[in-house]
T-cell receptor, first 119, second 111 residues
Framework: EAGVTQFPSHSVIEKGQTVTLRCDPI?????LYWYRRVMGKEIKFLLH????????ESGMPNNRFLAERTGGTYSTLKVQPAELEDSGVYFC?????????????????FGQGTRLTVV | QKEVEQDPGPLSVPEGAIVSLNCTYS??????FMWYRQYSRKGPELLMY????GNKEDGRFTAQVDKSSKYISLFIRDSQPSDSATYLC???????????FGRGTSLIVHP
């Protein structure tokens, strides 16, 4: 079974440009999460989809970030326009269930990440 | 003060050593505690999780939680060069299912 896949694996763009990251979750996983890790910092939550609906987008840094999940399958995260501080590794994860008690980590599978460099 | 503190290392040990990796946290509402392993250029993969206090063992790995001290540990016995990776602790609780991660500790096991 294929795991979570992310495209591209690495992207270098200039400040002010637009970049779109893609995540293909494990088939059948309704829950999809985006995270970001800025160099030297912790992995931080960005948002959570349940199927095509945004369940929680409290971690999105600002309105330059737009996430979509068409038809509840793959998801895209667009950054427009990109700023220098957006550089980092963007991870996607998917899970079959979300336990309200906080058992996310017991079921979530991460992709390899997209390394975004804004110059 | 960060919610979860984790020494980034690197921690370098010889093959066969017992490794101790630790995190401290400040939020007493955390109840689920997880350890992830991340190899270079890969995503984190869940290694172990524990609920509340206590120990959990899985092969060479033992996860320990001391809620009274807000301190969690991951022990690796008979460490192997293939254990070289970054180990991240993460925790959830207080009605939130979104994990709070530590910065990760880089472990190097040399032959």
């Amino acid at each position: 079974e294929a795991g979570v896949t992310q495209f591209p694996s690495h992207s270098v763009i200039e400040k002010g440009q637009t970049v779109t990251l893609r995540c293909d979750p494990i088939s059948g996983h309704d829950n999809l999460y985006w995270y970001r890790r800025v160099m030297g910092k912790e992995i931080k939550f960005l948002l959570h989809f349940v199927k095509e609906s945004k369940q929680d987008e409290s971690g999105m840094p600002n309105n330059r970030f737009l996430a979509e999940r068409t038809g509840g399958t793959y998801s895209t995260l667009k950054v427009q326009p990109a700023e220098l501080e957006d550089s980092g590794v963007y991870f996607c994860a998917s899970s079959q269930e979300r336990r309200s008690s906080g058992g996310l980590g017991t079921e979530a599978f991460f992709g390899q990440g997209t390394r975004l460099t804004v110059v | 003060q960060k919610e979860v503190e984790q020494d980034p290392g690197p921690l370098s040990v010889p093959e066969g050593a017992i490794v101790s990796l630790n995190c401290t946290y400040s939020n007493s509402a955390f109840q689920y505690f997880m350890w992830y392993r991340q190899y270079s250029r890969k995503g984190p993969e869940l290694l172990m999780y524990t609920y509340s206090s206590g120990n959990k063992e899985d092969g060479r790995f033992t996860a320990q939680v001391d809620k009274s001290s807000k301190y969690i540990s991951l022990f690796i016995r008979d460490s192997q060069p293939s254990d070289s990776a970054t180990y991240l602790c993460a925790m959830t609780g207080g009605g939130s299912y979104i994990p709070t991660f530590g910065r990760g500790t880089s472990l190097i096991v040399h032959p």
